[in-house]
């Protein structure tokens, strides 16, 4: 069974820093893309980053040069660190796995189960 359990986010003030991780289990983690997602009420899922088998990340434009996804293999652990946080980061963000970057960005077959950030004015 597949579980991506999501853990870090919180209330932070707008400017402060955050960091997301995701354990993920069921998987072969190595071997998996990963990315993170976010979401706010009555919009779409907004695909924030990825990063591939071999490290290669990818970033939406509106937190390029703010945020940093990286992943430790040994911890089956993919982690999102968000700076200079805006109140327009605020959402619930989600950890999803797939084979390929290509996946993950479009139609990842795993989920975690969301953890909320709110950034406060």
């Known amino acids: 069974q597949v579980q991506l359990v999501e853990s870090g986010g919180g209330l932070v003030q707008a400017g402060g820093s955050l960091r997301l991780s995701c354990l993920a289990s069921?998987?072969?983690?190595?071997?998996?893309?990963m990315g993170w997602y976010r979401q706010v009420p009555g919009k779409q899922r907004e695909l924030v980053a990825t990063?591939?088998?071999?490290?290669?990340?990818y970033y939406t434009d509106s937190v390029r040069g703010r945020t940093s996804i990286s992943r430790d293999n040994a911890k089956n652990t993919v982690y999102l660190q968000m700076n200079s946080l805006k109140p327009e980061d605020t959402a619930v963000y989600y950890c999803?796995?797939?084979?390929?970057?290509?996946?993950?960005?479009?139609?990842?077959?795993?989920w975690g189960q969301g953890t909320q950030v709110t950034v406060s004015s």
């Open positions: 990063i591939t088998i071999g490290g290669s990340t």
């Open positions: 999803a796995a797939g084979l390929t970057h290509a996946v993950v960005a479009s139609s990842p077959p795993y």
């Open positions: 069921g998987i072969i983690f190595s071997r998996n893309a």
